[in-house]
Antibody, heavy 119, light 106 residues
Framework: QVQLQQSGPGLVKPSQTLSLTCAISGDSVSNNSASWNWIRQSPSRGLEWLGRTYYRSTWYTQYAFSVKSRITITPDTSSNQFALQLISVTPEDTAVYYC?????????WGQGTMVTVSS | DIQMTQSPSTLSASVGDRVTITCRASQGINNWLAWYQQKPGRAPNLLIYKVSNLQSGVPSRFSGIGSGTEFTLTISSLQPDDFATYYCQQYNNVPYTFGQGTKLEI
């Protein structure tokens, strides 16, 4: 059974970096039929896809334009996980963050991490 | 970006009712359309993918139909566990986008 386990701080100060990790069990981050995504949800923005990483003989990443200058998603094959970094955060980045697997559809989701940006 | 517009935003219904939620895409999405159910404090749960395919473990009272830019989710006979918020999502083009949600309440 595939599971995604998220970890990372729930409170980040403005202008600092938000960092979250998603550990994969039951699948591989290098699976060439899957992509590994980050999605966030807030009352003001709803569900917002942030980006993804995937392996197709080489690694690819794609990001939403709204965060493209601030976001990095990186795979970690040694730990079988992938990470989200969002720099220069503001209160607008306060949201629940989810990692998800896409294999034809978004079938597996992490438990969600509530991240608050506040001093 | 492809805009996904759901209607209605809120739907009041009773146990046993048949309900339909509509989702309209701003352009064609090649049937890459999914529906999710979300309950408070939980991650979205996939119900239907590729317009009409029922995800494993999802009750058969849920069904989806549509093509082009118009899609619908139908719950044939509402059960108490179905009162939740429902979202559509297009995953044809990045950035993948979601509807604003339909809250199904008693």
């Amino acid at each position: 059974q595939v599971q995604l386990q998220q970890s990372g701080p729930g409170l980040v100060k403005p202008s600092q970096t938000l960092s979250l990790t998603c550990a994969i069990s039951g699948d591989s981050v290098s699976n060439n039929s899957a992509s590994w995504n980050w999605i966030r949800q807030s009352p003001s923005r709803g569900l917002e896809w942030l980006g993804r990483t995937y392996y197709r003989s080489t690694w690819y990443t794609q990001y939403a334009f709204s965060v493209k200058s601030r976001i990095t998603i990186t795979p970690d094959t040694s730990s079988n996980q992938f990470a989200l970094q969002l720099i220069s955060v503001t209160p607008e980045d306060t949201a629940v963050y989810y990692c998800t697997r896409q294999r034809d559809r978004f079938d597996i989701w992490g438990q969600g991490t509530m991240v608050t940006v506040s001093s | 970006d492809i805009q996904m517009t759901q209607s209605p935003s809120t739907l009041s219904a009773s146990v046993g009712d048949r309900v339909t939620i509509t989702c309209r895409a701003s352009q064609g999405i090649n049937n890459w359309l999914a529906w999710y159910q979300q309950k408070p404090g939980r991650a979205p749960n996939l119900l239907i993918y590729k317009v009409s395919n029922l995800q494993s473990g999802v009750p058969s009272r849920f069904s989806g139909i549509g093509s082009g830019t118009e899609f619908t989710l139908t719950i044939s006979s509402l059960q108490p566990d179905d009162f939740a918020t429902y979202y559509c999502q297009q995953y044809n083009n990045v950035p993948y986008t979601f509807g604003q949600g339909t809250k199904l309440e008693i």
